[in-house]
């Protein structure tokens, strides 16, 4: 093959690899998220009498994530989203006992992630659908933890505030948590997040 063949496979690499790059976009972001687990059964005498009123429990904390944008179709660009998260509440849905992260969830996700072209490009909506993995006592009556297959769904929308800075404004999201094994809590939690927080991308 000749040199000047071998010379232009190089620039059409080059080139595919300069497009792709510019369809891609690179996001790291870090929210404040707030949880609600429901269908726990209150283990008191009497209904409702839990430390968090029974049912459900509202643990808060950290979550943070990254996310890769891939390619554009139509008004949709695709990518793909991972993230973890850290909840903790002093409130428990199956004791009346309360006290300093009575109730922990931990959590980790990826999923597919698309953004909706706009006529106002400063605004990115989104819609992500993400399963996992996650660990948390929520169903139990003692500090011992279930782990859980979790799946969830978000819709959100970050706002462009800097070149590389987005405000996101809030995630709303829906899932379930199903125990993984045996264990003495119920087998299937349902779970609804709210977050807001930081995006920090390429431009």
């Given amino acids: 093959m000749s040199m000047r063949i071998w010379q232009g496979l190089a620039v059409a690499v080059a080139a595919l690899g300069c497009a792709l790059g510019a369809r891609a976009q690179l996001g790291v972001y870090g929210t404040y998220t707030a949880n609600q687990l429901s269908g726990i059964t209150c283990y008191q005498p009497a209904p409702g009498t839990c430390s968090s009123g029974g049912g459900k429990v509202n643990p808060s904390g950290i979550s943070g994530g990254l996310f890769y944008m891939l390619h554009d179709f139509g008004p949709l660009r695709l990518g793909v989203d991972v993230r973890g998260a850290s909840a903790r509440s002093n409130k428990s849905a ?15 996700l990826g999923g597919v992630r698309a953004t909706i072209r706009t006529p106002f490009p400063f605004i990115k909506p989104y819609a992500q659908v993400s399963a996992g993995w996650a660990r948390s006592d929520a169903a139990e009556q003692t500090h011992s933890y279930d782990n859980f297959v979790m799946y969830e769904g978000f819709i959100g929308a970050d706002i462009r505030v800097l070149p590389m800075l987005d405000l996101r404004l809030p995630e709303l999201g829906i899932g379930n948590m199903n125990r993984i094994g045996s264990g003495g809590g119920v087998s299937s939690i349902g779970v609804k997040t709210v977050a807001v927080g930081i995006v920090l991308h390429l431009p």
């Fill in 94 to 108: 199956t004791t009346s006992a309360g006290g300093a992260n009575a109730t922990e969830s931990n959590s980790a």
